[in-house]
């Protein structure tokens, strides 16, 4: 069974940093795009980070540009995401994502709420 778990959520202040993780079960995602989405209350779950299995391909949404950073180990079947600067607007539900030849796979989000 495949699971993607999600955890390095919490209560942060402005400026400050998070770091989450996702670890993948049940099948090797060396090959699979690994990302990073959120989902606001009342708002669409929109990309935040992606990361394909080439180390080039590497896309940021604007917002987190310059401030946060996609990164994985496929040794481990994880992917990471550095959050610093954070501001009020980044409080949201995060999920990770995996994509590839076998299908779609998403973890049930950890909460990251920013304080002003």
């Known amino acids: 069974q495949v699971q993607l778990v999600e955890s390095g959520g919490g209560l942060v202040q402005a400026g400050g940093s998070l770091r989450l993780s996702c670890v993948a079960s049940?099948?090797?995602?060396?090959?699979?795009?690994l990302g990073w989405f959120r989902q606001a209350p009342g708002k669409e779950r929109e990309l935040v980070a992606v990361?394909?299995?080439?180390?080039?391909?590497?896309s940021y949404a604007e917002s987190v540009k310059g401030r946060f950073a996609i990164s994985r180990d496929n040794a481990k079947n994880t992917v990471y995401l550095a959050m610093n600067s954070l501001k009020p607007e980044d409080t949201a539900v995060y999920y990770c994502?995996?994509?590839?030849?076998?299908?779609?796979?998403w973890g049930r989000g950890t909460q990251v709420t920013v304080s002003s």
């Open positions: 994502r995996a994509y590839g030849v076998g299908g779609e796979y």
């Open positions: 990361r394909g299995w080439n180390a080039g391909e590497i």
């Open positions: 049940g099948r090797t995602f060396r090959t699979y795009t």
